[in-house]
Every structure is written in C-alpha cells, then in structure tokens.
Nanobody, 115 residues
C-alpha cells in the first residue's frame, strides 16, 4: 500500500506564492505523477502532470500554465507544485496522484487565496 502525503497548503494573498509537496511512502521513479484540485460540488481536475523517470514530459491545465511548475525528486520520493501569481480562483483542495495500473491519491491540502 502506497501512501501519499501532501503538505504546504495554507492561506495566501492574491499574487502570492506557495509550494506544495507530496511525499510518497514508496518509490515514485517509475510512475507518472500529477496534481489535481477540487472545489465543493465540482469534479476533481488535473492541474499538472509529470512523466516518470527524469520527468521530461510535463503538461499543465491552461488556467495555470505559466504560473505553476511541477517537479519531482525521485531520490526523496517527492513531487512538488510551485504556485506563483496565485488568484482567488486557485482556491481549492489540492491532491497528489500516482498514476499506474493501480492509482493512489493523497488526502489533499487546502489552498485558499484571499485578501
């Protein structure tokens, strides 16, 4: 059983920055990893995804492209989401996901962008 633990969420003012971390209990090097977000009453949407290994294939939702950066450190079994120029509409619970034949999710971390 793989566990994913997100951290780094919190309250930030518009225009501010946060970095989310997702620490896995097992190796992530062979897996594509992703960050999703969800607001109440809406579906969970993919924000960013990074390919396995050296992570040379990255994709972003158009609403965050240019502001968010996903990265990975396989030695630490950790995936990051650097979020800059945050907007109120970025407010959501952010989840980490390990893709694969069996998918794993973290418990989520709340990000609130408000003045």
């Amino acid at each position: 059983q793989v566990q994913l633990v997100e951290s780094g969420g919190g309250l930030v003012q518009p225009g501010g920055s946060l970095t989310l971390s997702c620490a896995a209990s097992g190796s992530i090097s062979s897996y594509t990893m992703g960050w999703y977000r969800q607001t109440p009453g809406k579906q969970r949407d993919l924000v960013a995804r990074i390919s396995s290994g050296n992570g040379n294939i990255i994709s972003y939702d158009r609403n965050v492209k240019g502001r968010f950066t996903i990265s990975r450190d396989n030695a630490k079994n950790t995936v990051y989401l650097q979020m800059n120029s945050l907007k109120p509409e970025d407010t959501a619970v952010y989840y980490c996901k390990r893709f694969g034949a069996q998918e794993y999710w973290g418990q989520g971390t709340q990000v609130t962008v408000s003045s």
